[in-house]
Protein backbone atom coordinates (compact mmCIF):
# COMPACT_ATOMS: atom_id res chain seq x y z
CA UNK A 1 0.00 0.00 0.00
CA UNK A 2 1.61 3.30 -1.02
CA UNK A 3 2.04 5.45 1.90
CA UNK A 4 3.81 8.73 3.59
CA UNK A 5 4.17 8.75 7.21
CA UNK A 6 5.43 11.63 8.81
CA UNK A 7 7.25 11.99 12.15
CA UNK A 8 7.30 14.29 14.83
CA UNK A 9 3.18 14.93 14.91
CA UNK A 10 4.02 18.03 16.71
CA UNK A 11 7.41 19.70 17.68
CA UNK A 12 7.94 23.04 19.39
CA UNK A 13 11.17 24.44 19.66
CA UNK A 14 12.87 27.61 20.80
CA UNK A 15 13.53 30.62 18.20
CA UNK A 16 16.97 30.29 16.87
CA UNK A 17 17.46 26.65 17.10
CA UNK A 18 17.54 24.15 14.66
CA UNK A 19 14.98 21.12 13.68
CA UNK A 20 14.81 18.33 12.02
CA UNK A 21 11.28 16.50 10.33
CA UNK A 22 11.30 13.39 8.96
CA UNK A 23 9.43 11.51 6.38
CA UNK A 24 8.76 7.95 5.17
CA UNK A 25 7.24 6.12 2.44
CA UNK A 26 6.27 2.70 1.11
CA UNK A 27 5.55 4.62 -2.11
CA UNK A 28 6.87 2.26 -5.11
CA UNK A 29 8.02 2.89 -8.20
CA UNK A 30 9.17 6.49 -7.28
CA UNK A 31 9.08 9.71 -9.18
CA UNK A 32 10.19 12.85 -6.74
CA UNK A 33 9.28 13.90 -3.22
CA UNK A 34 8.12 17.51 -2.69
CA UNK A 35 7.90 19.34 1.02
CA UNK A 36 5.50 22.23 1.60
CA UNK A 37 4.92 24.46 4.39
CA UNK A 38 1.12 25.49 5.64
CA UNK A 39 0.82 28.62 7.64
CA UNK A 40 -2.41 27.93 9.26
CA UNK A 41 -5.39 29.18 7.58
CA UNK A 42 -3.78 29.01 4.16
CA UNK A 43 -2.52 27.13 1.19
CA UNK A 44 0.33 25.02 1.06
CA UNK A 45 3.08 26.81 -0.49
CA UNK A 46 6.28 24.00 -2.01
CA UNK A 47 9.68 24.35 -0.16
CA UNK A 48 11.91 21.85 -2.35
CA UNK A 49 11.23 19.27 -4.92
CA UNK A 50 13.62 16.30 -5.22
CA UNK A 51 14.04 13.27 -7.77
CA UNK A 52 15.07 9.69 -7.36
CA UNK A 53 18.93 10.88 -8.27
CA UNK A 54 18.80 13.72 -6.08
CA UNK A 55 20.09 13.01 -2.08
CA UNK A 56 19.93 16.73 -0.97
CA UNK A 57 18.17 20.23 -2.38
CA UNK A 58 18.04 23.60 -0.32
CA UNK A 59 15.92 26.81 0.22
CA UNK A 60 17.44 29.13 1.95
CA UNK A 61 17.31 28.00 5.55
CA UNK A 62 15.27 25.04 4.43
CA UNK A 63 17.25 22.06 3.58
CA UNK A 64 15.90 18.46 2.10
CA UNK A 65 17.96 15.20 2.14
CA UNK A 66 16.25 12.23 0.17
CA UNK A 67 17.76 8.36 0.48
CA UNK A 68 16.08 6.82 -2.00
CA UNK A 69 17.57 3.16 -0.79
CA UNK A 70 15.63 3.31 2.61
CA UNK A 71 12.45 5.32 1.09
CA UNK A 72 13.32 8.36 3.95
CA UNK A 73 13.50 11.83 3.78
CA UNK A 74 13.93 14.73 6.18
CA UNK A 75 13.68 18.54 6.06
CA UNK A 76 15.93 20.43 8.34
CA UNK A 77 15.31 23.98 9.48
CA UNK A 78 18.15 26.04 10.50
CA UNK A 79 18.21 29.43 12.66
CA UNK A 80 14.47 28.78 13.13
CA UNK A 81 12.42 31.81 13.49
CA UNK A 82 8.50 32.62 14.72
CA UNK A 83 7.33 32.70 10.90
CA UNK A 84 8.66 29.17 10.79
CA UNK A 85 5.89 27.67 12.59
CA UNK A 86 3.36 26.29 10.55
CA UNK A 87 2.65 22.37 9.11
CA UNK A 88 5.36 21.07 6.69
CA UNK A 89 3.55 18.25 4.62
CA UNK A 90 5.74 15.48 2.63
CA UNK A 91 4.12 14.73 -0.75
CA UNK A 92 5.64 11.84 -2.76
CA UNK A 93 4.43 11.11 -6.56
CA UNK A 94 3.74 7.81 -7.78
CA UNK A 95 5.21 7.55 -11.32
CA UNK A 96 3.17 4.55 -12.84
CA UNK A 97 0.17 5.60 -12.12
CA UNK A 98 0.37 9.53 -11.78
CA UNK A 99 -0.94 9.91 -8.08
CA UNK A 100 0.04 12.10 -5.38
CA UNK A 101 0.52 10.92 -1.79
CA UNK A 102 -0.10 13.62 0.89
CA UNK A 103 1.32 12.85 4.49
CA UNK A 104 -0.05 14.06 7.36
CA UNK A 105 1.92 16.70 8.24
CA UNK A 106 4.28 18.05 11.36
CA UNK A 107 3.01 21.12 12.80
CA UNK A 108 5.82 23.11 13.91
CA UNK A 109 5.82 25.21 16.56
CA UNK A 110 8.44 28.79 17.18
CA UNK A 111 8.35 30.08 20.53
CA UNK A 112 10.29 33.33 21.58
CA UNK B 1 0.06 39.08 -8.89
CA UNK B 2 -1.18 35.49 -10.64
CA UNK B 3 -2.94 33.01 -8.18
CA UNK B 4 -5.94 31.08 -6.99
CA UNK B 5 -8.96 32.99 -5.18
CA UNK B 6 -11.37 30.84 -3.19
CA UNK B 7 -14.42 32.13 -1.48
CA UNK B 8 -16.11 32.17 0.86
CA UNK B 9 -13.00 31.64 3.55
CA UNK B 10 -15.87 30.54 6.10
CA UNK B 11 -19.31 28.81 5.36
CA UNK B 12 -21.85 26.97 7.17
CA UNK B 13 -24.46 24.20 5.66
CA UNK B 14 -27.33 23.40 7.10
CA UNK B 15 -28.46 19.63 6.93
CA UNK B 16 -30.11 18.80 3.77
CA UNK B 17 -28.24 21.37 1.98
CA UNK B 18 -26.38 21.97 -1.24
CA UNK B 19 -23.46 24.25 -0.83
CA UNK B 20 -21.28 25.61 -3.67
CA UNK B 21 -17.44 26.61 -3.16
CA UNK B 22 -15.95 29.01 -6.07
CA UNK B 23 -12.11 28.50 -7.27
CA UNK B 24 -11.04 31.18 -9.27
CA UNK B 25 -7.48 31.13 -11.18
CA UNK B 26 -5.49 33.44 -13.40
CA UNK B 27 -2.36 31.58 -13.72
CA UNK B 28 -3.86 30.39 -16.91
CA UNK B 29 -3.06 26.77 -15.97
CA UNK B 30 -4.90 24.22 -17.83
CA UNK B 31 -5.61 21.56 -14.27
CA UNK B 32 -6.94 22.06 -11.55
CA UNK B 33 -7.77 20.50 -8.15
CA UNK B 34 -9.76 19.94 -5.41
CA UNK B 35 -8.85 18.36 -1.77
CA UNK B 36 -9.93 17.82 1.35
CA UNK B 37 -8.20 18.50 4.38
CA UNK B 38 -8.82 17.04 7.60
CA UNK B 39 -6.91 17.03 11.56
CA UNK B 40 -4.09 14.28 11.50
CA UNK B 41 -4.79 13.50 7.50
CA UNK B 42 -2.96 14.54 4.51
CA UNK B 43 -4.73 15.89 1.62
CA UNK B 44 -7.26 13.91 -0.17
CA UNK B 45 -8.31 14.54 -3.78
CA UNK B 46 -11.67 14.72 -4.42
CA UNK B 47 -12.33 16.18 -8.29
CA UNK B 48 -9.69 17.17 -10.94
CA UNK B 49 -9.55 18.66 -14.20
CA UNK B 50 -7.43 18.92 -16.91
CA UNK B 51 -9.14 20.56 -19.55
CA UNK B 52 -12.33 22.73 -19.67
CA UNK B 53 -15.68 20.13 -20.10
CA UNK B 54 -13.70 17.35 -18.92
CA UNK B 55 -13.29 16.17 -15.02
CA UNK B 56 -12.66 13.24 -13.15
CA UNK B 57 -13.33 11.56 -9.28
CA UNK B 58 -10.52 11.34 -7.20
CA UNK B 59 -10.49 9.34 -4.52
CA UNK B 60 -13.19 10.64 -2.09
CA UNK B 61 -16.00 11.89 -5.17
CA UNK B 62 -19.21 10.71 -3.38
CA UNK B 63 -21.31 13.53 -1.81
CA UNK B 64 -19.56 16.24 -4.18
CA UNK B 65 -19.61 17.29 -8.04
CA UNK B 66 -18.22 20.22 -9.99
CA UNK B 67 -18.11 21.49 -13.46
CA UNK B 68 -15.32 23.26 -15.63
CA UNK B 69 -17.00 25.56 -18.03
CA UNK B 70 -14.11 28.16 -17.96
CA UNK B 71 -10.64 27.54 -17.67
CA UNK B 72 -10.20 29.79 -15.11
CA UNK B 73 -13.10 28.43 -12.77
CA UNK B 74 -13.46 24.98 -11.02
CA UNK B 75 -16.51 25.32 -8.69
CA UNK B 76 -17.38 22.44 -5.70
CA UNK B 77 -20.62 21.57 -5.08
CA UNK B 78 -20.82 19.74 -1.46
CA UNK B 79 -24.10 18.20 -1.66
CA UNK B 80 -26.47 16.87 1.37
CA UNK B 81 -25.20 13.03 0.26
CA UNK B 82 -21.85 14.12 1.71
CA UNK B 83 -22.70 13.24 5.33
CA UNK B 84 -19.43 13.96 7.30
CA UNK B 85 -18.33 17.97 4.96
CA UNK B 86 -17.30 19.56 8.17
CA UNK B 87 -13.65 20.31 6.97
CA UNK B 88 -11.00 23.01 5.04
CA UNK B 89 -11.36 22.42 1.36
CA UNK B 90 -8.29 23.55 -0.85
CA UNK B 91 -8.43 24.25 -4.29
CA UNK B 92 -4.99 24.18 -6.55
CA UNK B 93 -3.79 24.09 -10.14
CA UNK B 94 -0.59 23.99 -12.39
CA UNK B 95 0.43 23.15 -15.90
CA UNK B 96 0.46 18.99 -16.52
CA UNK B 97 3.03 19.51 -19.44
CA UNK B 98 5.41 21.46 -17.28
CA UNK B 99 8.21 20.50 -14.32
CA UNK B 100 5.11 19.69 -11.93
CA UNK B 101 3.48 17.19 -13.85
CA UNK B 102 0.32 15.87 -12.29
CA UNK B 103 1.19 17.69 -8.86
CA UNK B 104 -0.30 20.71 -7.33
CA UNK B 105 1.84 23.72 -7.94
CA UNK B 106 -0.46 26.93 -6.57
CA UNK B 107 -2.86 26.35 -4.15
CA UNK B 108 -6.00 28.76 -2.78
CA UNK B 109 -5.94 29.77 0.82
CA UNK B 110 -8.80 27.49 0.96
CA UNK B 111 -12.54 27.43 2.08
CA UNK B 112 -13.91 25.96 5.92
CA UNK B 113 -17.19 24.75 5.66
CA UNK B 114 -18.92 23.81 9.16
CA UNK B 115 -22.50 22.15 9.91
CA UNK B 116 -24.81 24.08 11.27
Known amino acids: KNQVEQSPQSLIILEGKNCTLQ??????????LRWYKQDTGRGPVSLTI?????NTKSNGRYTATLDADTKQSSLHITASQLSDSASYICVVSVSSYDKVIFGPGTSLSVIP | DGGITQSPKYLFRKEGQNVTLSCEQN?????MYWYRQDPGQGLRLIYY???????QKGDIAEGYSVSREKKESFPLTVTSAQKNPTAFYLC???????????????FGDGTRLSIL
Open chain 2, 27 to 31: LNHDA
Open chain 2, 49 to 55: SQIVNDF
Open chain 1, 23 to 32: CNYTVSPFSN
Open chain 1, 50 to 54: MTFSE
Open chain 2, 92 to 106: ASNNPQGAWGNQPQH
